[in-house]
C-alpha cells in the first residue's frame, strides 16, 4: 500500500489542517443562522480524504486533491445554507474506522449513513452505482442499459463525475464499454488502484 501512496501538497497534518480551512472558507457573520456541518480528515493510502456531515448522515467524501472540490464544498454550502466547521461526528467517527477496514481488505459494506442531493435522474444513477458488486465493474452503457435508458450513456457519465459520496457510492466501479479506465475525479491512478484492491481482497 505505502508504494501506491499518491503524493499531495498536504502531507503534513497542519499542512492538511490549512488546505480544508482555505476549502471550507471562512464562515460569515450570518453563520449563527445557518445549519452547522463538520468536516474531518481520514487517513487512507491513496492520501487524505475530507469527511463533511452534519449528526445524522455524510453528505461529502473526496479525496483532498480531487477535481472539482472547492466548487462542490460550495455548491453543497450553498444549497444546505450551511457554515462547514472542523470538528467531529458520529458520521465521520463511523466513515474513519470504515475507510481504515475498507483498504485493509477487511469491509465490502458500508454502514455509515449518507444522503445525497441530486437531480432525480442522478439519484437513479448513484443507486444503481451501489448495485455493482464489491471487486466487479460496470460499463456506463451498461448503467445506461440497468436503467432502461439505454441513449443516456453521456447523462451517466455525468451523474457518476457528479457524485459526491465516493468509494461507498462506488463510481469508481464504472469504466469504458472497450475495457479502458475511463475517468475519475479523485484520479486515474486511484481508480486503477481501488479497482485492483477490491479484486484482490474478493479473492481472499
Not at 452547522?36 to 487517513?43: C, I, Q, S, T, Y
Not at 442499459?145 to 459526491?164: Q, S
Request: with cysteine; aromatic share 6%.
Amino acid at each position: 500500500m505505502a508504494e501506491a501512496q499518491i503524493d499531495l501538497d498536504c502531507e503534513s497534518g497542519s499542512g492538511l489542517r490549512e488546505a480544508i480551512s482555505k476549502i471550507m472558507g471562512v464562515a460569515s457573520m450570518k453563520s449563527g443562522e445557518m445549519n452547522l456541518l463538520k468536516a474531518g480528515w481520514l487517513d487512507t493510502p491513496l492520501g487524505p480524504m475530507l469527511a463533511v456531515s452534519d449528526e445524522e448522515a455524510l453528505y461529502l467524501l473526496e479525496f483532498m486533491n480531487c477535481r472539482g472540490l472547492e466548487a462542490e464544498i460550495e455548491k453543497l454550502k450553498e444549497t444546505m445554507n450551511s457554515v462547514i466547521v472542523p470538528g467531529q461526528s458520529k458520521p465521520i467517527a463511523s466513515i474513519q474506522e470504515e475507510i481504515s477496514k475498507y483498504f485493509k481488505g477487511k469491509l465490502v459494506d458500508f454502514k455509515t449513513p449518507f444522503k445525497t442531493r441530486g437531480s432525480p435522474f442522478q439519484e437513479r444513477v448513484w443507486a444503481e452505482l451501489q448495485n455493482i458488486p464489491y471487486g466487479e465493474s460496470r460499463s456506463y452503457v451498461d448503467i445506461a442499459k440497468a436503467l432502461k435508458d439505454p441513449a443516456a450513456v453521456r447523462a451517466v457519465g455525468g451523474a457518476n463525475g457528479a457524485n459526491r459520496i465516493a468509494i461507498l457510492i462506488p463510481c469508481h466501479r464504472v469504466i469504458n464499454a472497450n475495457g479502458e479506465i475511463g475517468g475519475y475525479a479523485g484520479g486515474v491512478d486511484r481508480k486503477k488502484w481501488l479497482l485492483a484492491h477490491e479484486s484482490k481482497a474478493r479473492k481472499l
